[in-house]
Every structure is written in structure tokens, then in C-alpha cells.
């Protein structure tokens, strides 16, 4: 089974910020990680995903991750963020091998890029 | 293109009333099928999913059950509801295992007062 572990709640910064949201994993296999972002009152949206290969992942709208087998971590970043990024962020975990269908999310952090 | 949806998008039901979410996808085949419930500060619960027709895998044992009467079609039932049921219901879809990316619909809130 795998767990996940958003370390932050709510992240409040300024537009054109710097930004990191954080996440931990845990698992007993190797795993695939995701984030996903969620705008209000809508369905999830796949920002970026590290399946294997190179552990620095870019993803849609400037956002990348950086996967750290030995820290169990999958962190998400921007150099600069805008007004349009607030949301909530997902980060999900998925086991690799046999016939796994499922993802693991964490609770979420809620990014408020403030002007 | 492949799309979701999902209806209605907004519900208020009473406690003991019954439920029917419905979720259906259009341009892909044999896709597999999930429920998740998100509810305020505690992420996405993974409620049920499905890898064929009648194939129904439960997550969580609850109030709710799920059906899939045809390939794209994924239903999520109550025959009375609590208000514990109360959340933001999202259908997803994939295509093979764990590496895929889901894709989920707009959402139902579901009230229940």
C-alpha cells in the first residue's frame, strides 16, 4: 500500500514568486507520482507526472517536479507564479507492477498567489 | 477527442433520500472507471472503481454502491442518505494501469441536509 503526505496545508505567496509545494511518499514498491491541480469547483487536472528516467519533470504552466528516491519525496515548483495559479494542488502516488489501477492522493495544499 | 461528463452538477437531497450520480465517457473504449468523494480538508477518497462492464472493485465500505450497466457508463447509488454523504463527487477515467494519467469530469456537490 502507499500513503501520501502533502507537509503543507495552505501556501500564500506574492505574484512572481518563487513557489514550492511539498510532498512525501511512502510505499513498499517502486511507484509512479503525479500532481494534479484543481481550480474551483472543478474537476482535477493532470499538471506533470514521473514515470521514470530523468527525476527533474516538467509539466504544464511553467510547474516542474523533482523525484528524490532516497528523501521518498516529489516536490512541485515554479519560479514565478501568477494570480492564475491559485488552486488546490494534488499530489498522488501509483504502484508500479501487477495490475494496480489505483491512485493515492494526499489532502491537498491550496496555493493563494496574492498581488 | 475523449470527454466526461457528469450529472447533475449540484444536488441537495434530504437525510434517507435516495441517490444517482451519473458519470459517462465519450471517445475511448473499455476505459476503467472511478468514483472518488472530496470532502473539505481531506483530499480525494478513492470510493470505487471499475476495469470492465460489472466489475466493481469497493474502496471504502459505506452508504454507497456503484454499477456499470454499459462500457462508458459509471453510476454511484444510495438507497438513503446520510449526512456524512455529503461532498464533491468526482468520476474519473483511465486507459491501462497504474502509469496512466486519470482523467476526471467537472464534479457533482452533494448536499444533504
Known amino acids: 500500500a502507499q500513503s501520501v503526505t502533502q507537509l503543507d496545508s495552505q501556501v500564500p505567496v506574492f505574484e512572481e514568486a518563487p513557489v514550492e509545494l511539498r510532498c512525501n511518499y511512502s510505499s513498499s514498491v517502486s511507484v509512479y507520482l503525479f500532481w494534479y491541480v484543481q481550480y474551483p469547483n472543478q474537476g482535477l487536472q493532470l499538471l506533470l507526472k514521473y514515470l521514470s528516467g530523468s527525476t527533474l519533470v516538467k509539466g504544464i504552466n511553467g510547474f516542474e517536479a523533482e523525484f528524490n528516491k532516497s528523501q521518498t519525496s516529489f516536490h512541485l515548483r515554479k519560479p514565478s507564479v501568477h494570480i492564475s495559479d491559485t488552486a488546490e494542488y494534488f499530489c498522488?502516488?501509483?504502484?508500479?507492477?501487477?495490475?494496480?489501477?489505483?491512485?493515492?492522493f494526499g489532502k491537498g495544499t491550496l496555493l493563494t498567489v496574492n498581488p | 477527442s475523449q470527454t466526461i461528463h457528469q450529472w447533475p452538477a449540484t444536488l441537495v437531497q434530504p437525510v434517507g433520500s435516495p441517490l444517482s450520480l451519473e458519470c459517462t465517457v465519450e471517445g475511448t473504449s473499455n476505459p476503467n472507471l472511478y468514483w472518488y468523494r472530496q470532502a473539505a480538508g481531506r483530499g480525494l477518497q478513492l470510493l470505487f472503481y471499475s476495469v470492465g462492464i460489472g466489475q466493481i472493485s469497493s474502496e471504502v465500505p459505506q452508504n454507497l454502491s456503484a454499477s456499470r450497466p454499459q462500457d462508458r457508463q459509471f453510476i454511484l447509488s444510495s438507497k438513503k442518505l446520510l449526512l456524512s454523504d455529503s461532498g464533491f463527487y468526482l468520476c474519473a477515467w483511465s486507459v491501462g494501469s497504474g502509469a496512466d494519467t486519470q482523467y476526471f469530469g467537472p464534479g457533482t456537490r452533494l448536499t444533504v441536509l
Open positions: 498522488a502516488v501509483s504502484g508500479q507492477g501487477g495490475s494496480n489501477y489505483k491512485l493515492t
